[in-house]
């Protein structure tokens, strides 16, 4: 069973606009959740993270927010810039589960001069 | 939803000995990869794999390692002659296209000691 999703697979958005990449998971155990960036050929680049007593984490232009109660968690990029074309993946984790990350399958963002 | 399925978890192994991390990909799924975590850095490429050969690797993708797909199900890493540095998680993926529609496996940790 999928823990992790990311229900859209590419999202376009024009330059300087924001960015909104969601993601969701099942299991309430988990209590750290992270985003990467990927590109090809690449391994996943850490970008911003946040732990499960927070709603709110903001790292320049980008911005994790978590809604527990609903198991939803979301990235926004402001503004967004075309180096930011990539694979967006998030992440989760429970610290009972063995160090266990669970990814999504990825959201591909274009920005559009 | 299928999953990407590694195991073991977790593999301690001394030092000089040889090791094999396993990965079932999603059924249909053309392009398999492995990358890997040390403890604290960042998530690195290792290798992705084709029509039953490597299309693409990295620098750390020596002669001490290498990929398999034996019975057309199994994805497996070999490393030949651990070494203490190797000590990291060990992510599989699959995905129908290539770089595209990830889904990792949840991790195995390799502790070389």
């Known amino acids: 069973d999928q823990q992790v999703k990311q229900n859209s697979p590419s999202l376009s958005v024009q330059e300087g606009r924001i960015s909104i990449l969601n993601c969701d998971y099942t299991?309430?155990?988990?209590?750290?959740f992270l985003w990467y960036k990927k590109y090809p050929a690449e391994g996943p680049t850490f970008l911003i993270s946040i732990s499960s007593i927070k709603d709110k984490n903001e790292d320049g232009r980008f911005t994790v927010f978590l809604n527990k109660s609903a198991k939803h968690l979301s990235l926004h990029i402001v503004p967004s810039q075309p180096g930011d074309f990539a694979v967006y993946f998030c992440a989760a984790y429970a610290a009972n589960t063995g160090n266990q990350f669970y990814f999504g399958t990825g959201t591909s963002l274009t920005v559009i001069p | 939803e299928p999953e990407v399925t590694q195991t073991p978890s977790h593999q301690v192994t001394q030092m000089g000995q040889e090791v094999i991390l396993r990965c079932v990909p999603i059924?249909?799924?053309?392009?398999f990869y492995w990358y890997r975590q040390i403890l604290g850095q960042k998530v690195e490429f290792l290798v992705s794999f084709y029509n039953n050969e490597i299309s693409e690797k990295s620098e750390i993708f020596d002669d001490q390692f290498s990929v398999e797909r034996p019975d057309g199900s199994n994805f497996t890493l070999k490393i030949r002659s651990t070494k203490l540095e190797d000590s990291a998680m060990y992510f599989c993926a699959s995905s129908l296209k290539r770089n595209s529609g990830y889904t990792f496996g949840s991790g195995t940790r390799l502790t070389v000691v």
């Open positions: 059924s249909n799924h053309l392009y």
């Open positions: 299991n309430s155990m988990f209590d750290y």
